[in-house]
Structure formats: structure tokens, C-alpha cells
Nanobody
Framework: QVQLVESGGGLVQAGGSLRLSCAAS????????MAWFRQAPGKERVFVAA????????NYQDSVRGRFTISRDNARNAVYLQMISLKPEDTAVYSC??????????????????WGQGTQVTVSS
């Protein structure tokens, strides 16, 4: 079993920055691919970014590429999402997810087995 706890959400003005963190426990962290998803009110959950267990591979949704950076610290069992140039359309609940590492860096939420409770990010215009 894997436990995931997100932190770092909040209210920020458009153009601002936030850094989300996700602390993991319960399994050897470098054996987990990690991802961030987000869900806006009334909309489906969508993929934001993913990183492989080693940290060597990353993948991003097109709308955040160049603005968001996913990273991980395997010594601290943590994954991060640095977000810059935030836009009102980035407003959502951001959730951290994990799955046993695979050759495919998945972007589908159904492929992730473990989820955090989410953290709210609100970007005002």
C-alpha cells in the first residue's frame, strides 16, 4: 500500500507561481512512477505531468508544457510540481498519483493505483 499526501496549494494571482509537494510512504519510492492530475469544478480529471521512478523520463500535458515542471527527490520520498505563469484556467484540485514503474510513462488516470486526497489551486484573474 502507498500513502500520498499533497501540500502547497493555495490562492495565487494570474502570472504567479506555486510549488506543490507530494509525500509518499509505504513502498520503495524509486519503484513508483508518479504523476499529477487535476480536476476543475464540473469537469473530468485530466493528466498534468508524470515522472518515472528514476526521474529520467517526464511527460506533460500540452497546455502546461513550458510552465510546469515535475521533479522528484527519491531520498525524501517526494515529488514536486513547480508551476509558473499560472492562468485562471489552471484552477483545479491537484492530485498526486502513483503506480509501479513501467516502461510506459502513463498519462491515463485509470493506470494509477494510488491517489492522494488533493490540494486546491485557485488562480485569480
Amino acid at each position: 500500500q502507498v500513502q500520498l499526501v499533497e501540500s502547497g496549494g493555495g490562492l495565487v494571482q494570474a502570472g504567479g507561481s506555486l510549488r506543490l509537494s507530494c509525500a509518499a510512504s509505504g513502498r520503495t519510492f524509486n519503484l513508483l512512477d508518479m504523476a499529477w492530475f487535476r480536476q476543475a469544478p464540473g469537469k473530468e480529471r485530466v493528466f498534468v505531468a508524470a515522472i518515472s521512478g528514476s526521474g529520467r523520463k517526464t511527460n506533460y500535458q500540452d497546455s502546461v508544457r513550458g510552465r510546469f515542471t515535475i521533479s522528484r527527490d527519491n531520498a525524501r520520498n517526494a515529488v514536486y510540481l513547480q508551476m509558473i505563469s499560472l492562468k485562471p484556467e489552471d484552477t483545479a484540485v491537484y492530485s498526486c498519483a502513483a503506480r509501479v514503474t513501467s516502461t510506459l510513462l502513463a498519462a491515463r488516470d485509470l493506470l494509477y493505483n494510488y491517489w492522494g486526497q488533493g490540494t486546491q489551486v485557485t488562480v485569480s484573474s
